[in-house]
C-alpha cells in the first residue's frame, strides 16, 4: 500500500519552461489536493478536487492547472513555470469514513525555478 | 470563506515547561478543525481533529486541543513538552460539505534543554 506518490521529487527549472507534477493515490479516496509550502506561509491551497471529473481553485490558483485524470491521479501543471513558483509542492488525498477524515500526504516536490 | 490564523510563528520553551500553539479559525459554515507537525525534513502528520461531540480533544505523543465555538479557537496544549516536540505545527480547517482544506501559517515550536 503505497499511500499518496508524488513525483519527481526535485526538479530545476528555467523560467518559462513548463512541467507537470504527477500525484496518485491507491486508497480510493474521492477527495485530492494540491498544496505548496514556503516559510512563513505555511501551506497554501492551489486548486482541489472533491471528486473525480470536478476540480476547484484553492487559495493560490493563478500559473497553475489541475487535471484530476481518474480518481487515482491528480496532476499539477506549471504552463510557464515564474521564480515565485519556487516552493515546495505537497499532494494530499483525503480520507472520509464513520470516524471523521484525515488528510494523507505525498512526500513532496522541491521545485527550483531559476 | 475559511481562514486560519496562527497567532505565533515561533514558540521558544524549555524542555517539561507547559506549552500553548494558538489558532483562531473564520468561517460560515460548520467546520472540521485539525492539527498536523511536520518534523524537520518531512511531510506532515496528523496530531488531532475535532469533528464534533466533546470539545476537549486528545491527540498523539500528548497534545489535546480544546474547541472553543464562541470564540471561533483551536489551541493546541501540552503539559510538559520534550527535545522531540521540535517540529512546526498547523491549524488546518476544513468545510466539510466540500472538503476544502486551508492550513494556517504555521507556528515553529522550538524545545530547548
Known amino acids: 500500500n503505497a499511500g499518496v506518490t508524488q513525483t519527481p521529487k526535485f526538479q530545476v527549472l528555467k523560467t518559462g519552461q513548463s512541467m507537470t507534477l504527477q500525484c496518485a493515490q491507491d486508497?480510493?479516496?474521492?477527495?485530492m489536493y494540491w498544496y505548496r509550502q514556503d516559510p512563513g506561509m505555511g501551506l497554501r491551497l492551489i486548486y482541489y478536487?472533491?471528486?473525480?471529473?470536478?476540480?476547484d481553485k484553492g487559495e493560490v490558483p493563478n500559473g497553475y492547472n489541475v487535471s484530476r485524470l481518474n480518481k487515482r491521479e491528480f496532476s499539477l501543471r506549471l504552463e510557464s513555470a515564474a521564480p515565485s513558483q519556487t516552493s515546495v509542492y505537497f499532494c494530499?488525498?483525503?480520507?472520509?469514513?464513520?470516524?471523521?477524515?484525515?488528510?494523507?500526504f505525498g512526500s513532496g516536490t522541491q521545485l527550483s525555478v531559476l | 470563506a475559511q481562514s486560519v490564523t496562527q497567532l505565533d510563528s515561533q514558540v521558544p520553551v524549555f524542555e517539561e515547561a507547559p506549552v500553548e500553539l494558538r489558532c483562531n479559525y473564520s468561517?460560515?459554515?460548520?467546520?472540521?478543525l485539525f492539527w498536523y507537525v511536520q518534523y524537520p525534513n518531512q511531510g506532515l502528520q496528523l496530531l488531532l481533529k475535532?469533528?464534533?461531540?466533546?470539545?476537549l480533544v486528545k491527540g498523539i505523543n500528548g497534545f489535546e486541543a480544546e474547541f472553543n465555538k464562541s470564540q471561533t479557537s483551536f489551541h493546541l496544549r501540552k503539559p510538559s513538552v520534550h527535545i522531540s516536540d521540535t517540529a512546526e505545527y498547523f491549524c488546518?480547517?476544513?468545510?466539510?460539505?466540500?472538503?476544502?482544506?486551508?492550513f494556517g501559517q504555521g507556528t515553529t515550536l522550538q524545545v530547548k534543554p
Open positions: 475535532y469533528l464534533s461531540g466533546s470539545t
Open positions: 488546518a480547517v476544513s468545510d466539510g460539505n466540500t472538503g476544502k482544506l486551508i
Open positions: 478536487s472533491a471528486s473525480e471529473g470536478t476540480t
Open positions: 494530499a488525498s483525503r480520507e472520509v469514513d464513520t470516524r471523521g477524515e484525515k488528510l494523507f
Open positions: 468561517s460560515s459554515v460548520s467546520v472540521y
Open positions: 486508497m480510493n479516496h474521492n477527495s
